[in-house]
């Protein structure tokens, strides 16, 4: 086999989206390719050619994800495909060595992504680092414990409303909680709000539904229904609901559950630490199904562990052995101050830690706890120091990515 990676040109996008399509079971639709493009630079997208076949897709969105306390640049790793009939001849290893290099040249402290199979990127030093929630409930039982008068109003807005209101909603909302990434209006047109009829998958076009108080935006909810042909029973499906506070989300999930002619509402990613389990009136009800959500890598130690906020001053050395990202490899003493402040450097020390790049990812946002991660052997370290991680790691909201890259 003469098997090459390169970079791919303009022209090569429908191919490489038809490549992708094998192993994701797609085909892909008109359009589709000139949409990826208004989101992503060709310049990080890459294929592997047998010959002349293209056999292997990868890439990655140029992302600013925010980090406890913080914000940092981040390679979103996504598009990655290997066909069927060219799996397990090291093409995705090299493919991922080759992408964590140049997320070191272009200066970005963390690369994450969503897991196709959550088998697979664990050994390329990408820990589950967010949890989601998928939820269902019927429409009987979808009832608050304690209704509120809604304060301020509901109303229904366009796409191109919705353009020019979400982001302000989603902008303050993003401030304050780990994992989300900041959306440029690119983003929000082609990918967002974006609404081709491959996207719907027999479902409605978007509902777009803002929240307003005091004449300001402070959440919004983009949703579909689908009505089943056999029962004629409709499901509500929320795509996204954001809200400034509790009582925004709780006024937008007050007006779903007022929705007519509704059998069952689902929202295939809830936040783990939603509130809305402690509003129903029967929590019971509600089925809720907990599954990872992104996954994260640390590629540059230092200025991952410096770039992020923690909840408790303390020191840590440990040791770092990363086989795909060698220039991790070291001892490092990690020092916090009383602000949550961090200053990180190689040292000659004796460590106190061991993690691996899985297991930083894991605790880096938060989403889990030092002490259960050294339980299960993901990392390694004393009692006391890994109690001691699990103070400075821990946050106080829970990591959350409210979308598929």
């Avoid at 989206?17 to 892909?28: A, N, Y």
């Avoid at 929240?211 to 949703?223: N, Q, T, W």
């Avoid at 339980?375 to 821990?394: C, H, K, P, T, Y």
């Amino acid at each position: 086999m003469d098997l090459r990676i390169r970079s791919i040109e303009a022209s090569e996008l429908e191919l490489f989206q038809r490549t992708m399509g094998v192993p994701f079971f797609f085909d892909p639709p008109p359009g589709m390719a000139e949409r990826f493009e208004k989101t992503i630079e060709l310049e990080r997208l890459r294929a592997a050619f047998d010959g002349e076949q293209m056999v292997a897709t990868f890439g990655a969105f140029t992302l600013q994800m925010m980090v406890p306390g913080g914000k940092l640049p981040t390679a979103g790793t996504t598009v990655v495909t290997v066909l069927p009939t060219h799996r397990r001849q090291g093409l995705l290893r090299t493919l991922m060595t080759q992408h964590l290099g140049e997320v070191h040249e272009r200066g970005e402290p963390l690369a994450a992504l969503w897991a196709s199979e959550s088998s697979i990127y664990g050994r390329f030093g990408y820990g589950s680092a967010s949890e989601r929630a998928v939820t269902k409930i019927d429409k009987s039982d979808a009832r608050l414990r304690e209704p509120d008068d809604i304060s301020g109003s509901m109303r229904m807005v366009d796409r191109e409303q919705a353009i020019r209101v979400f982001p302000e909603v989603y902008d303050q909302a993003m401030q304050s909680r780990p994992g989300m990434s900041t959306r440029d209006r690119s983003w929000w047109e082609h990918r967002i709000l974006a609404d081709p009829k491959d996207l719907r998958f027999g479902a409605s076009e978007h509902r777009r539904v803002v929240h307003v108080r005091e004449d300001r935006p402070v959440g919004y909810v983009l949703y579909r229904t689908r009505t089943d042909s056999q029962s004629w029973e409709t499901e509500l499906h929320v795509v996204e609901l954001i809200g400034t506070d509790s009582d925004s989300e709780k006024a937008l999930w007050q007006y779903l559950f007022g929705v007519d002619l509704i059998s069952t509402i689902s929202y295939w990613n809830q936040a783990v630490d939603d509130s809305l389990r402690w509003w129903l009136e029967q929590p019971r009800e509600m089925e809720r199904k907990i599954t990872d959500g992104i996954w994260v890598r640390p590629v540059d130690v230092i200025a991952a562990l410096e770039g992020r906020r923690y909840s408790s001053p303390g020191s840590l050395m440990f040791a770092m052995r990363d086989a795909l990202c060698p220039w991790n490899d070291g001892v490092y003493q990690l020092d916090v101050d009383d602000g949550g402040a961090a200053r990180c450097r190689l040292t000659d020390g004796t460590p106190d830690l061991e993690w691996t790049p899985e297991g930083l990812g894991s605790a880096y946002l938060g989403g889990h706890r030092v002490e259960e991660l050294g339980r299960a052997g993901v990392i390694r370290g004393s009692a006391e120091a890994l109690r001691r991680a699990d103070a400075m790691f821990a946050w106080d909201r829970a990591p959350w990515c409210p979308e598929l890259f």
